[in-house]
């Protein structure tokens, strides 16, 4: 009876825990589509502070493993297309300056494989230009007239849609649609309801941002409600919020998503669009999940299409995010069907999956605590007396490191390391590869080793590391050569 009350306290202590720990973190899918029988989602994650390892996709009865790195979108270089839709009425030239200030400084912000693209819109949509360089895309803007008497908001940002869906895409490239207006619509016998674009917005891949200019509240409230429908960041220009600003802003937020992807080869879809859930996993911890729907392309799946018989099973590099302890059984295993008649939400099967699991270790445990009670069996004759432990704790083989200082004053004895857990790179006499630098934390970054996998993570330090030029945010591979920078140190690890 003892061993019963204390089993039944453990299980509640650890689904509170497990509750605890779904809360603390959250992911919001901000887009998912599906192109050549691929998911992509980008993500924001918030909350999170536990390394993810793992993603799944729960797709049409199915789970899909990640087929990709967890990388955001600044971090991996991912193409950004973006589409400036500049509104051209006769009440925007007060404006134009701010207009321009904020395509400078989102050109500014941008990373080398962004694409910009330029339109207008009065009475019709009309695009402008294509792949416009960086440098001269505010002058380009300043340049649009601004003399329509006519604004069709809603028909143009459908159009604008129409445009995107006639160009080719980069499986991965994210497309945004940027409206400069002060949202003042007049659009007599408008053929794009405000219902119907909505609508529109939901389904498509495209993420929609708004910036906003003027003072008339409820124009610009309703541009703001298409922009929230589609994930996207809504900014109102003004003295609170400079044009610059604004524009860097939206460049972060962007940079700032997470990417991954999800090969749905054989999956058949029965409806144009499904339910998915995603999850995250740190281990066998389930570190937070995030719902959305998916649309199928014409083209996506196919009943013919063979799936392998043993599905890959990638780990994603550990990186900075994750969440409190909990543990899911979700995060490892797909989720169990429902039997027909019977619909249960993933909020009450979750937490059903997880009492069971717990279960089923309660009674192990009790079973091996009685198997370890139980007399040892004598060793067989022969047995070496001094050979060590099995079971225990063993070091990796290791990885042979050899260190190039290109910058900095390096403190340490040795240029040569094996590489077996981490090593820890800062200005404390006790890091594996010190340097006396005032600009580089007492211990700023490490490289460690995972899945016969090197990677390198900052360690919260205050000005930052860099991989060949690019600050990263969280763990991030690491190849021979590659050339690191913390603080104003700089140098090379070759294995």
Known sequence: MKRIFSLALTLALALSLAAGASAAAEARLVRAFVYQDTLYTYVDISGADQPITKADAELGGRTFPASGTLETVRQAGFPVTWMLLVDNSNSMPPFREEAAAFAESLAAACGKNTRF?????????????????????????????????VTRLHSSISQALDCFDGMPRTGNELRGLIVLSDAVAYDPGASVSYEELLERINASDVMLHSVGFGTDTAALDSLASLTDASGGVHQVVGSGLPAAEAGAALAEETGRLYVTSFSLSGLAPEQETAPVSITFASGRELVCRGSTEVSFPASAGGEEAEQPETPPEPVLPPSTVSS???????????????????????????????????????????????KRSAPEPPAPSGAAEDAPPSGGPQDPPGIFVRLEVLQGAYLGQQLEFTLQRELVIGRDSGCDIPFADGSVSRRHSRVFLANDVVYIEDLGSQNGTQLNGSRIEMAHILRSGDVITAGDATFKLKF
């Open 117 to 149: 693209l330029l339109a207008s819109f009065g009475d019709s949509f009309s695009l402008l230009a294509e792949d416009v360089p960086a440098e001269q895309l505010a002058a380009r803007m300043a340049d649009i007239p601004m003399d329509e008497t």
């Open 324 to 370: 409190s302890s909990g543990m899911s059984a979700a995060a490892e295993e797909p989720a169990p069907q429902p039997s027909p008649g019977l619909s249960l939400d993933a909020d009450v099967l979750i937490p059903l999956i997880g009492l069971a699991v717990l279960l089923v270790a309660a009674v192990a445990a009790l079973l091996l605590r009685r």
